[in-house]
């Protein structure tokens, strides 16, 4: 079974009882204050069959990130084939999502700095990074963990009117 581990953080594969967990996180509002909205139970529940389904078909994924200490579910961080065209897909993603009482402990930026050491054994040479441009806590991960700012873009899958759809884009060549 495919696991990293951290200082403080244990990336693993994920356990049927992380999906209460997950559910209650993406109906946080404060967590997905970025995303265009919270998530139904259904919708977490098919996000966690894709993200099982890509490690099954693509050797890297989303994990599911715990505490060492006692073992909670804490959110996710990963690797994510690039999901719509743009100029710097195909590509992979390196991507995190936490629940809100884990934000601004460094966990996220712990996390992520495990995965890029992942991807380079999985001989991944180029990481992509992004998000709405009013994203400033996960901006600052990206700047944390050695990646460089390299544009910006409109989201294409989100509606012209809406204030996520300006996205920063970031990038880190892993050779």
Same mark, same amino acid.
């Given at each position: 079974?495919? *696991?990293?581990?951290?200082?403080?953080?244990?990336?693993?594969?994920? %356990?049927?009882?992380?999906? !209460?967990?997950?559910?209650?996180? $993406?109906?946080?509002?404060?967590?997905?204050?970025? #995303?265009?909205?919270?998530?139904?139970?259904?919708?977490? /529940?098919? #996000?966690?069959?894709?993200?099982?389904?890509?490690?099954? *078909?693509? +050797?890297? +994924?989303? #994990?599911?990130?715990?505490?060492?200490? $006692?073992? %909670?579910?804490? +959110?996710?961080?990963?690797?994510?084939?690039?999901? #719509?065209?743009?100029?710097?897909?195909? +590509?992979?993603?390196?991507?995190?999502?936490?629940?809100?009482? &884990?934000? $601004?402990?460094? &966990?996220?930026?712990?996390?992520?700095?495990?995965?890029?050491?992942?991807?380079?054994?999985? =001989? /991944?040479?180029?990481?992509?990074?992004?998000?709405?441009?009013?994203?400033? !806590?996960?901006?600052?991960?990206?700047? %944390? /963990? =050695?990646? *460089?700012?390299?544009?910006?873009?409109?989201?294409?899958?989100?509606?012209?009117?809406?204030?996520?759809?300006?996205?920063?884009?970031?990038?880190?060549?892993?050779?």
């Amino acid at each position: 079974m495919l *696991q990293l581990e951290t200082e403080r953080l244990v990336l693993r594969q994920w %356990k049927p009882a992380d999906l !209460p967990l997950f559910i209650e996180m $993406n109906k946080d509002k404060e967590v997905m204050r970025y #995303f265009p909205s919270t998530l139904t139970d259904a919708e977490t /529940i098919q #996000f966690y069959e894709r993200i099982v389904a890509e490690f099954e *078909q693509k +050797g890297y +994924g989303l #994990f599911a990130i715990e505490l060492k200490c $006692n073992g %909670k579910f804490i +959110g996710y961080t990963g690797l994510h084939e690039i999901g #719509f065209e743009a100029a710097f897909s195909p +590509g992979v993603e390196i991507g995190w999502r936490l629940a809100a009482a &884990y934000h $601004n402990c460094g &966990y996220a930026t712990e996390a992520a700095c495990a995965v890029i050491g992942y991807a380079q054994t999985l =001989g /991944i040479k180029k990481l992509y990074s992004f998000t709405a441009s009013v994203n400033k !806590p996960s901006e600052r991960v990206m700047q %944390k /963990i =050695g990646m *460089q700012k390299t544009g910006e873009f409109l989201h294409p899958k989100l509606e012209d009117v809406s204030p996520l759809k300006a996205h920063v884009l970031y990038s880190l060549d892993l050779i």
